[in-house]
């Protein structure tokens, strides 16, 4: 969208025509020199998941070097020295910042999350689909302060007086009732603010920054349906489009999006460059109007710094992010003209936070922990070690979620199913969506309660319906698998022992992906006619993911809590063995 004439612009204009009459009468009056551009730094980052200390799992820098990284306390110490290179600077999150988060934030309710994002200093958070991971209520609560209990885990415990999220959270496309909405959102109906205005500078050289936030329009389908009733998600390129046209019309001379959905570059050598702008981030980018100057995304956990003027020049946005856990930041600088009302320059580079002792590599920073940041998060680590290393159970082996049948699916299947054996469970399917993280035991097998949270974080109970065959085939049809039959890039169920599946490439999948073409129980193909009892977990049960059928079950039966089933199946003297990896049959 075209700059609009702002009053400082229309001042501009009426002293460039009245100047040569009046100097004509003095010409030794000086001309007015236009004022100097003011740049805005700004520092992206994105689905943080409360990865308070650093990420065990090494990151891929390029094909030559990996690197240990992340820690909200190097995070800091990053993020002051970005700011001490720049008088004017914002610090924003595209969402993701709590849940699916380490034991020790998850097991507090992502509390310690937002004090230390307090501590560094974070100005803005748009919402992402973990946001709303216990609902919104207890949403509302985190960001705005207090000890209501609204899930099955006590707030306040470590901080009795929680106070809050000293940032804004924003949701441009999060649509709620009177009831619930913001007091001071457009139009009575977001969640929270859709947006902000932040000023730099006085007089002619004043300059405002709008900032939009927001999450996927798909987010119900990755949310428990009730946590979200009353919430209506809408479609991103249109609140983007009539968002920005509110701040253009309030005088801002920059637009900065955040939005919790992202790219997929694939076959990216390294995580600072754009091996291509593909995904499902560009599809809204091809529909937002022209003035957007940056869009900080997320949600696809890709590293990537992109132009997009290289496939439309009328729109020179920067599309950029910063992987996941706190483990990189984005450095934006934006040279805005105060007399022009636009952005003349734009910059981004992606820093990787590293906390190791390795080589010097441009790119790649090794910042020193900041004192009050580890302290604050050791605080809450020594509340969490107790029940972090407690020893539940022995594993004969690694279990790791690599492609869509995995020993490590199977083995949360497995414990699924004796679990709610006495609700008459025949089946049970676990979603790969709700595995965050392998499973690695000590060399002895050990395994602790620490490990095995991590793995299933959300605290979901069990629940075991009864489906026809037919109904059953319909949830499996609904399974896709991507060409390279990824963990990530899969819908595909982990099924119990007895349950077997059959994949095949895709003809009508642009992508090679795989769809679903039969299934087994206990060797014999699933009738329509006949009625099975499948346990899943409550997030499925509800709808999750997209799968409403299983929420059309019936006679249904509470069980355990996931991770409960999980600790009940690895109890014993002897060693849990790794189930085979022989329930799924892909057909080129």
């Known amino acids: 969208m075209p700059r609009r004439m702002t009053g400082k612009t229309i001042l501009s204009a009426l002293l460039a025509l009245t100047l040569p009459l009046s100097l004509g009468a003095c010409a030794t009056v000086p001309a007015q020199r236009a004022p100097e551009p003011v740049t805005v730094g700004i520092i992206g980052l994105n689905d943080f998941h409360g990865n308070l200390q650093p990420v065990a799992r090494p990151l891929r820098v390029d094909d030559t070097m990996e690197v240990q990284a992340g820690g909200a306390a190097h995070l800091a110490t990053a993020i002051d020295t970005l700011r001490a290179r720049q008088e004017n600077t914002l610090v924003i999150s595209a969402g993701d910042l709590i849940s699916a988060s380490p034991l020790v934030s998850s ?21 992402g689909n973990h946001e709303f991971d216990r609902g919104w209520r207890e949403l509302k609560r ?32 999060v649509l709620a009732g009177p009831e619930i909405a913001a007091p001071d959102s457009k139009d009575g109906g977001t969640l929270f603010p859709g947006t902000a205005i932040r000023r730099f500078g006085a007089g002619e050289r004043q300059v405002a920054v709008g900032i939009i936030g927001l999450t996927l329009e798909g987010t ?32 801002v001379d920059a637009v900065v999006v955040a939005i919790h959905q992202g790219l997929v570059p694939d076959e990216q050598p390294d995580v600072f460059g754009c091996a291509a702008i593909s995904g499902p981030l560009r599809e809204i980018l091809d529909r937002l109007n022209p003035g957007i100057d940056v869009v900080i995304s997320g949600h696809t956990h890709r590293p990537y710094v992109c132009d997009y003027s290289t496939v439309d020049a009328a729109r020179p946005m920067l599309v950029t992010s910063a992987a ?10 934006l040279t805005i003209d105060p007399a022009g009302d636009r952005v003349i320059d734009k910059s981004a580079r992606n820093l990787v936070i590293a906390n190791d002792a390795g080589d010097a590599r441009e790119g790649v920073l090794r910042p020193a922990a900041r004192a009050d940041i580890a302290a604050y998060v050791a605080r809450y680590a020594a509340a969490a070690k107790e029940a972090e290393t407690r020893p539940v159970g022995k594993l004969g082996g690694q279990a790791r979620e690599i492609g ?27 979603n790969p969506g709700g595995i965050r993280a392998d499973l690695i035991p000590a060399d002895d097998g050990t ?43 899969s819908t595909v169920f982990a099924g119990s022992r007895g349950f077997a599946q059959v994949f095949e490439r895709d003809p ?56 409960d089933a999980m600790e009940a199946y690895l109890d014993g003297e002897g060693v849990r063995a790794l189930p085979a990896i022989d329930r799924i049959t892909v057909i080129d």
């Not at 996941?324 to 600088?333: P, R, S």
């Open 508 to 563: 009508d999948d642009a992508d090679g992906g795989y769809r679903f073409v039969s299934a087994t129980f206990e060797g014999q193909p699933i009738d329509p006619a006949a009625t099975y009892r499948v346990t899943m977990n409550s997030f499925l049960a509800t709808g999750g993911d997209g799968f409403g059928t299983f929420a059309e079950g019936t006679d249904a039966v509470t069980g355990p809590v996931d991770l």
């Open 107 to 127: 097991l507090f309710l992502d509390e310690p999350t937002i004090g230390a994002m307090n501590r560094i200093g974070l100005d803005f958070n748009a919402v």
């Open 220 to 251: 119900p389908d990755l949310v428990t349906p009730e946590g979200i009733a009353g919430l209506t998600f809408i479609d991103e390129a249109e609140a983007i489009n009539a968002a920005a046209a509110d701040l253009e019309a309030d005088g």
């Open 404 to 430: 869509i049948e995995n020993a490590l699916g199977n083995l949360i299947a497995d414990a699924q199913l004796d679990a709610t054996r006495s609700a008459g469970a025949q089946i049970a399917l676990m």
């Open 142 to 173: 985190l960001a705005e302060g207090g000890c209501e209990k609204l899930t099955m885990r006590e707030p306040c415990a470590v901080e009795p007086d929680y106070a809050g999220a000293e940032f804004d959270f924003l949701a441009a496309n």
């Open 324 to 333: 996941w856990g706190g483990q990189m930041l984005t450095d934006i600088a």
């Open 447 to 489: 395994l602790t309660f620490g490990q095995i949270y991590t793995v299933q974080p959300f605290g979901n109970t069990l629940i075991t319906k009864t489906f026809t065959g037919a109904q059953l085939l319909e949830i499996l049809r609904n399974q896709h698998a991507d060409a390279g039959l990824s963990a990530g890039g």
